[in-house]
């Protein structure tokens, strides 16, 4: 008995040092196409920095309004933000390759779906930080004309087209990396709808003077306001 | 030299048969038949009394009217007056009516006729707007002559202002060209002017006259041309300024997005000049202006100034972005503050100038920057009026000596900024 | 005269001179009649055709010849009568007509008819002669000689009254309310008449006859004397003609015309003065708007044209507006002024340009009316504005660069008038004999130009029709006679002009300039484009073949 377990147990330690023999040179080359990737991925990122600062990316995103929102995030700036993505995009590429060498089965199946779900999430993103700049722009537009239009509570309005932007965005980011699609649906139908049918309401039925002055402002025939009545020039 | 892909065959025919001119008169229009006839009799009258003896000639660059209005100048006759001997003038004065075909807009108007006065080497160009119903014969002269004896480049009008009259320009254009440019122009907004061929043939060598179609803005662009290469200027009585009510006029948001536009593309253009510009010189004035005449009941501001406090608040986080913390605490506290509207001489300076760098180093959509600024403006002449309405002249001419002096200490706190961005 | 054409003034080139300073045979200084006489080949060469004489009546030379002492002979410095008759019968063999002065309107205070009417209130010639106790009547009327009357009355010392001179003071009028005048100077033409005279220049026609309370100038019975006379020449002298100098706009010299029953021709000086005034402007207007304003004229009747004669160059019709021009183009220099008017010749007026020279008499010729060349202007002849009153413009014709000009052999001394010697237009630089021998000389060119003209007769008998071509500089019409057309373009300006014509009622006709013969393209319906010269002019004869 003493003797099957020894001659298992050499039997199994022996299967451990081939298989170990085996691995240890993967192992190796995993490490160094891990290390490798990460230098080359720094070295990538700072190139990406350099490029963007010297076009003036930065003041290109403060423009469009996405460096405001990065600073109210406590985000890095966008240049460093833009670097950092790219550096951990070309690092994980590394690491995934990294780990096919290994040959662990399900490992791979799970980087695979992993890599499957990667680029869903950046397109997420994007229409994510598109959704914030448009909101943003919509809603200082909106404001100012508003303002400049005499249509009342020119912050509510602002506010609210700046909301309505957002929700979509939102919604359209999140159905594209499929998180409780049907939830997020109907949440924003119903979201939406009622942001609308409110709208409408309060347009229809309590907004009859706006309306007018807004398409008095569109359609001028005559000069309605008093800043209108005399000679600018 | 002269573009001659502005000028039509027909139109160099006509030229070839005018020929060399002592004096041109250049009258822009479009769709305007109901004024335009005694603009022309005007400036021929003026011709004919002034300058007798000077070969001239009426130049109407027309953009497509379509109310006959190029008929109509070509017909324009003067009245006849005299016995059988004085029945006609010394000189015939020439008159030639084309169309032009390129980007609507005074600008190119402005740039035919400037090519037409090159190519007919005048001595001296007069524009004449077409609208204005208080156009005297007397025009012409003031105009022209200092530039015929050499005395000045660019001759710019003086009009008799109400003091409600005009507050684009005289709160912010005027006080602005004054500190930028260094020079007291009371129009900077030329809408009649006279100036040289030197200064013509100038401005045709400027492929784009402030980068494209400018419309009223290419009056200002014009203006800083002249300040800012060393043309000699000028200003000279013309009296009131009177135009046709029947027009159809973009409203004030088009009209101020305009003008700030012009006002930038002229500060970015003229740079090199206005940072390093020292205090403003006063500008030769010929002639004297008579009264100025009300334009009708002083409109009341109570509602504007109203406004104003308001939009203060709903803007808040916009101008933010524009004005300085410090700026935006005045005007912020000035809206707050009870009783009548006060928007200091200083702040209002440093709120123009603070836009006019937002703009120039785009912190937002440039657009948004000028229309945040509207608000600020409605307030500031609110304001203005509620304190200098009922004043005589005297008083508001030295209202308005002081809010030029503000801009002007502003000024080089502005230049550096500028530079910075 | 061989030509037996009534109309034949229609065609005639006159040439105006004055006996005094043409050539002086005798070497007394003078100009007379032998002198003239043996200067006619010229005159025959230069291609003129009838010649003006200035007065050569006796006289006291107080207004240059024009105050008469006796109307029936010549003035011994000028020669006898029979010089006379010899000079115009050899004229007349070179087909030369005649044309003497005739003057109505007033005589010398030294002719025996004033001496006689003023030595008492009774004499029987007092009426010839119009007289006054006060010098109020015709108050209002303008005084012509402004620049040394005061006055229309002059006071007579002798038989103590005023009488009347619209002239110098030394000139009293005649007072054709007397049938006695009228007839008198019937006789004194017929006398004239009679020898050979073509026809007479008459001299200050519309102050005739006086009446109270109007301008006392073109009365109706002063129309009413110029057509006894007229009716009678035409009675016993078929063929001469009657010239009227009467100095107004052309709508109140109409009137001088009758229904062809009155003047033959008349002077148009608005035309002469508008000349001057439309090429320094550089603008065809004033030319253009007296053209159209001269009114038609009987079909026996012509306009004398000219461009400057013994006169000033008067300013008279013209505003002051345009007054002030002409004295600043023209007559910088207060000197040259003189009552209302500048007394200057053409080429001290045209600054001694040639071109300009050669425009005006290019106009001078193709205008319509019958042209009349003043003596030595076809040499270029100067001025000397330092003589008194018009003498200035009378100097000593320039025949060659020697003694005098070659104008006479008497002492320089002893001449009347000093000849001209300054550097530019003294007779040294500017005479006959230096210009016979130059070919492209003003005086060559004068003979070619006329050569022309008289090639002719669209110029001296046609229409005129003006075209308005947009180019203001340039003055271009039509000239139709019979079948004949002739296209006339003239460049006003002293720089290059291009001009669009529209010929399109021309179309299909080929324009040969009439100097050269060249041919110029065919006419079409679209504009012509011409090019000129500063200055320039160009007469086309329009063929359809």
């Known amino acids: 008995m003493t003797q099957l377990v020894a001659d298992a147990v050499r039997q199994a330690s022996v299967n451990f040092v081939d298989t170990a023999a085996m691995l240890l040179p993967r192992i190796l080359i995993t490490a160094s196409v891990v290390a490798v990737g990460w230098v080359i991925a720094w070295a990538l990122k700072w190139a990406v920095r350099w490029i963007l600062l010297w076009l003036g990316f930065n003041h290109g995103c403060d423009r469009i309004g996405v460096g405001t929102v990065l600073k109210t995030a406590d985000l890095p700036p966008a240049d460093t933000l833009v670097g950092m993505i790219v550096f951990w995009l070309v690092w994980v590429g590394f690491l995934l390759s990294g780990v096919d060498v290994l040959g662990f089965t399900a490992l791979e199946g799970m980087v695979r779906s992993f890599a499957l779900f990667v680029p869903r999430l950046l397109v997420a993103i994007v229409i994510l930080v598109l959704g914030v700049v448009c909101a943003n722009f919509a809603w200082r537009a909106t404001l100012i004309a508003a303002v400049n239009a005499r249509i009342p509570s020119p912050r509510v309005v602002s506010g609210a087209v700046r909301a309505l932007v957002l929700i979509l965005a939102g919604a359209m980011a999140l159905d594209q990396i499929a998180l409780a699609r049907t939830i997020v649906l109907t949440a924003f139908a119903i979201a939406f709808g009622a942001v609308m049918l409110g709208l409408a309401i309060a347009f229809g039925v309590g907004g009859g003077g706006i309306a007018r002055r807004i398409l008095d402002h569109w359609f001028p025939e005559h000069p309605s306001t008093e800043r209108e009545e005399f000679r600018h020039l | 030299m002269a573009d001659e892909s502005l000028l039509s065959d027909d139109l160099l025919r006509q030229l070839v048969a005018v020929g060399h001119v002592d004096i041109l008169v250049g009258i822009p229009t479009l769709n305007n038949a109901t004024t335009v006839v005694e603009v022309v009799r005007a400036a021929q009258a003026g011709i004919g009394k002034y300058f007798p003896r000077a070969r001239s000639v009426i130049f109407n660059a027309d953009s497509g009217s379509d109310d006959g209005t190029p008929a109509l100048v070509r017909d324009a006759t003067t009245d006849d007056t005299g016995t059988v001997t004085a029945s006609r003038p010394l000189r015939t004065t020439q008159r030639i009516t084309t169309p032009y075909h390129g980007l609507p807009g005074k600008g190119s108007a402005l740039r035919m006729i400037f090519a037409v006065a090159d190519l007919l080497s005048a001595d001296a160009v007069v524009v004449l707007d077409p609208d204005v119903t208080s156009v005297e014969p007397e025009w012409i002269p003031a105009l022209v002559r200092p530039v015929l004896s050499s005395e000045a480049e660019i001759v710019a009008p003086l009009y008799s202002r109400a003091v409600s009259d005009g507050p684009l320009v005289t709160q912010l254009l005027r006080p602005l060209v004054r500190a930028a440019y260094g020079w007291r122009l009371q129009e900077p907004l030329m809408g009649e002017f006279g100036c040289s061929r030197r200064f013509a043939g100038h401005c045709l060598d400027r492929p784009s006259w402030g980068g494209g179609a400018m419309s009223d803005g290419v009056d200002l662009w014009m203006t800083g041309e002249a300040l800012a290469n060393g043309f000699r200027p000028s200003q000279t009585a013309l009296g009131p300024r009177l135009l046709a009510h029947a027009r159809k006029r973009p409203g004030l948001p088009d009209v101020f997005q305009q003008v700030m536009e012009a006002v930038s593309v002229c500060l970015e253009a003229h740079a090199g000049y206005w940072l390093t510009r020292g205090p403003a010189e006063p500008v030769p004035c010929t002639g004297a202006l008579p009264g100025a005449v009300e334009l009708g009941a002083r409109p009341d501001v109570t509602g504007m100034a109203e406004a104003f406090r308001r939009d203060v608040v709903a803007l808040h986080p916009v101008l933010a972005t524009i004005l300085s913390k410090a700026t935006l605490g005045g005007v912020s506290a000035a809206a707050a503050a009870p009783g009548p509207l006060v928007y200091s001489d200083e702040l209002w300076a440093a709120t123009v100038f603070e836009s006019l760098i937002a703009y120039h180093r785009a912190v937002m959509t440039r657009e948004h920057v000028t229309q945040s600024l509207l608000p600020l403006y409605l307030g500031r002449t609110a304001s203005f009026l509620l304190q200098y309405g009922s004043s005589g002249p005297a008083v508001v001419y030295d209202a308005l000596e002081s809010l030029g002096q503000a801009f002007e200490r502003a000024k080089p706190q502005a230049a550096a900024q500028w530079k910075k961005a | ?545």
């Open chain 3, 1 to 545: 005269m061989s030509d037996d054409d009534p109309l034949w003034y229609k065609d005639a080139v006159i040439y105006q001179l004055h006996v005094k300073t043409f050539f002086d045979s005798d070497s007394d200084g003078v100009g007379d009649f032998k002198g003239l006489t043996s200067k006619l080949d010229y005159l025959e060469g230069l291609g003129v055709n009838t010649l003006w004489l200035l007065p050569t009546f006796p006289s006291p030379f107080r207004d240059d010849g024009y105050d008469i002492a006796d109307y029936y002979s010549i003035h011994p410095m000028y020669g006898t009568m029979d010089d006379f008759k010899t000079f115009l019968a050899a004229a007349h063999d070179r087909g030369l007509r005649v044309v003497t002065e005739l003057v109505l309107n007033h005589t010398s205070d030294k002719h025996p008819w004033f001496q006689e009417a003023r030595s008492s209130r009774d004499n029987p010639r007092r009426d010839w002669y119009v007289w006054s106790d006060t010098d109020d009547r015709y108050r209002g009327v303008r005084i012509i000689f402004l620049d040394t009357e005061t006055s229309n009355w002059a006071w007579d010392p002798v038989s103590k009254q005023y009488y009347w001179h619209r002239f110098f003071s030394h000139q009293p009028d005649l007072n054709y309310d007397n049938p006695e005048v009228r007839d008198e100077m019937w006789r004194v033409m017929e006398f004239w008449a009679g020898l050979g005279v073509d026809g007479f220049r008459v001299d200050a026609v519309p102050y005739l006859v006086e009446r109270e309370g109007t301008t006392c100038e073109g009365m109706p019975e002063t129309h009413e004397v110029i057509r006894f006379l007229r009716s009678q020449l035409d009675a016993h002298f078929p063929g001469r003609m009657l010239l009227a100098e009467a100095n107004q706009v052309p709508e109140l010299v109409r009137p001088y015309f009758g229904n062809g029953d009155e003047f033959h021709m008349a002077f148009h000086f608005p035309l002469m003065t508008r000349m001057f005034m439309a090429t320094r402007l550089e603008d065809r207007g004033p030319l253009t708007d007296i053209i159209r304003r001269t009114p038609a004229l009987p079909d026996t009747c012509q306009w004398a044209v000219f461009l400057r004669n013994h006169d000033e160059l008067t300013l008279e019709m013209v505003t002051p507006e345009e007054r002030e021009f002409m004295y600043d183009e023209y007559a910088r220099d207060p000197v040259a002024r003189l009552n209302l008017g500048i007394r200057r010749r053409l080429a001290p007026l045209l600054d001694g340009d040639r071109r300009r020279v050669e425009l005006m008499n290019g106009l001078l010729m193709s205008l319509p009316g019958s042209p009349i060349v003043y003596y030595g202007d076809e040499i270029g002849m100067g001025d000397n504005v330092y003589l008194g009153d018009r003498n200035g413009v009378r100097t000593p014709m320039q025949w060659s660069g020697g003694w005098n000009g070659g104008f006479s052999s008497a002492d320089p001394e002893r001449l009347a008038f000093a000849m001209i010697s300054n550097p530019v237009y003294g007779y040294q630089a500017v005479n006959v004999l230096a210009q016979e021998r130059t070919g492209h000389s003003l005086l060559n060119w004068m003979r070619r130009l006329i050569r022309v003209r008289r090639s002719t007769r669209v110029f001296s008998r046609g229409t005129l029709t003006l075209l308005d071509p947009p180019n203001q500089r340039v003055l271009a019409y039509v000239r139709a006679y019979e079948r004949e057309q002739v296209l006339v373009v003239n460049n006003l300006a002293g720089t290059v002009q291009a001009v669009e014509l529209d010929l399109s009622s021309l179309a299909g006709a080929i324009p040969v300039e009439m100097f050269g013969q060249s041919l110029f393209p065919r006419i079409g319906t679209e504009p012509y484009l011409l090019t000129l010269g500063p200055h320039a002019f160009y007469w086309f004869r329009l063929r359809r073949l």
